[in-house]
């Protein structure tokens, strides 16, 4: 089948996308890797911030300056503002697709405090607000006759003289490869924090797929080196305690019972400042014993449920043991606000880097962020998708993707990718995790170099084609490999801290470093690293490189 629009990633921005670029004529289409209930905003718990009132301009502005302090000066003014003062619009249009926040007594949305700020912004649905969001959004769009393209693994986009062509997947039912032909494309795959397996609340199969992609097109990526941790996981299953316990009143306390941080301070700061505490011998636990059961039943469902399933805590009456754990990337596809290097080929929500975020994310901000600029590129894919015809696709490089996925069943294999899987949240959490030190970060590329290595020699063990799940894990783990290495070379090339990026060796911020940095693929398995330029001459060198 053929799509006017094709949208990859099925969490807030690529619903917000596909419901915008839906007319009663065209054909819009949803590519997801899994469920299309299951997304990384299915799970952003806490809200969405907004000021509620368009015309409360001061409001406004004060929300605009929290992203910019929240972004350590690497954010991009433009989009931030766009974002902030889009963010009342977009609550109205939740609510009209049939989105019910919290009420009080009057009818009005309830809103509450949530890191990095002081104003109650944060408009919630108790503790499931993105699941609420979400299961709203995917009813839209299928009452809009969108399609959904499930279980489809997308391995590569194809292009003809710089523009969008088409997507290239694995039908994981039978592991054959198909192409989508598309007049546009959006990216809206989530991020990386998958790769942090083991020590990360996104599932392990977030291991920047699409931002793999975008290198191999050309593309570049920005800000790799900004990872979030959020202060709050459970200890043993990493299970996100949302910033909604603390925005209610919740107190972080060690095993002494002392208080040792102001519990709404930016998530990077608060995760260092536990594991401060952790590297100390100090046990650290979430406190809301002092929260009426009322407010913690209400506000809490989920945590109150989940606590005593998952942990056998009762959070009213004794304390929750949390960790840091890997939770959100600011890095990603270099864009335009939605706009890539390539025609028809827009990217929006966490694949993306637009600047909104900086080198910190604010909590709320992240469904804000996904639905503001999920609905812009969803505008701009249409816009796009009505002037064009569809281009022919180049199979010469489809049959490259039909010849790796033969070669990886084609013979037996020795090494455990699963194990490999494992061991490279591993090295990462410890070596590239809420503190760094060259020492750290050349053991762990050293690694990670090591692993490449090992890729081409992986093979599955069952030869059975249909829903072979090993075939799409040792596809995972080449992405997580590239976009590792990424990472690693970022955080080695900013060597000062600033925002969620914390060098031990480094740990004041440098104004000469105050850029963005980018990374290109080069040739195979060949990355460059570099700081952005003065913004002309930068766009200028790319415009002679692109062309």
Request: with cysteine; glycine share 8%; charged share 25%.
């Amino acid at each position: 089948m053929m799509y006017d629009v094709i949208i990859i990633g099925g969490g807030i921005a690529g619903l917000m996308a596909a419901i915008e670029a839906k007319t009663d004529t065209n054909r819009v289409a949803i590519i997801t890797k899994g469920n299309i209930f299951k997304s990384n905003s299915a799970l952003a718990s806490g809200g969405i911030n907004a000021t509620l009132d368009p015309n409360d301009h001061q409001s406004i502005k004060r929300h605009i300056k929290d992203t910019l302090n929240g972004a350590y000066s690497l954010g991009d003014k433009q989009a931030i503002s766009y974002m902030c003062e889009r963010a009342p619009h977009i609550i109205k249009k939740l609510i009209d697709l049939g989105v019910e926040f919290d009420q009080d007594e009057q009818g009005r949305i309830l809103q509450r405090s949530f890191g990095g700020t002081r104003s109650k912004r944060t408009c919630f649905i108790g503790d499931k607000t993105g699941a609420q969001i979400i299961q709203t959004l995917i009813k839209t769009a299928q009452n809009k006759s969108i399609k959904f393209l499930v279980n489809n693994f997308v391995m590569n986009l194809t292009t003809l003289k710089h523009k969008v062509s088409g997507v290239v997947a694995i039908r994981r039912f039978d592991s054959s490869v198909v192409v989508y032909p598309a007049k546009s494309v959006i990216l809206a795959g989530g991020g990386y924090a998958g790769i942090y397996r083991g020590y990360s609340t996104n599932a392990q199969d977030y291991t920047g797929d699409l931002l793999a992609v975008a290198l191999r097109l050309g593309l570049h990526l920005q800000d790799m080196e900004f990872v979030q941790f959020h202060p709050t996981g459970f200890v043993k299953t990493n299970y996100l305690v949302s910033e909604a316990a603390r925005g209610e009143g919740g107190y972080l306390v060690n095993s002494d019972g002392k208080r040792f941080v102001d519990e709404l301070g930016p998530r990077d700061v608060v995760s260092r400042a536990i594991m401060n505490q952790i590297e100390n011998r100090k046990d650290v636990f979430l406190d809301l014993r002092h929260l009426s059961r009322d407010i913690i039943e209400t506000k809490l469902p989920s945590l109150y449920k989940t606590a005593y399933m998952q942990a056998g805590i009762d959070i009213s009456l004794e304390l929750l043991p949390i960790k840091p754990v890997a939770h959100y990337t600011m890095g990603g596809i270099e864009t335009d606000i939605v706009y890539t290097d390539i025609d028809g080929l827009f990217a929006c929500g966490e694949c993306a880097s637009n600047g909104v975020h900086g080198a910190n994310r604010l909590g709320g901000n992240s469904l804000l962020e996904g639905a503001v600029f999920g609905e812009m590129a969803g505008k701009k894919a249409l816009e796009y998708s009505q002037t064009k015809e569809f281009l022919p696709i180049e199979y010469n490089n489809v049959i490259k993707d039909i010849q790796l996925v033969d070669h990886i069943f084609s013979s037996d294999t020795t090494k455990n990718f699963n194990a490999m899987r494992i061991s490279l949240g591993k090295v990462m959490f410890e070596n590239v995790g809420i503190k760094r030190d060259e020492q750290s970060l050349i053991k762990a590329y050293d690694y990670i170099s090591y692993l490449r290595s090992e890729v081409p020699t992986l093979h599955c063990v069952s030869k059975e084609r249909s829903n072979n799940v090993e075939l799409i894990s040792i596809l995972e783990l080449r992405n997580a490999l590239e976009i590792a290495e990424a990472v690693i070379l970022c955080a080695l090339k900013r060597r000062e801290s600033r925002g969620s990026h914390y060098r031990v060796d480094f740990p004041l911020s440098d104004e000469s470093e105050q850029q963005n940095i980018v990374v290109k693929e080069l040739g195979k398995g060949q990355l460059r690293v570099w700081f952005k330029e003065n913004p002309l001459l930068y766009k200028i060198r790319k415009w002679f490189s692109n062309h």
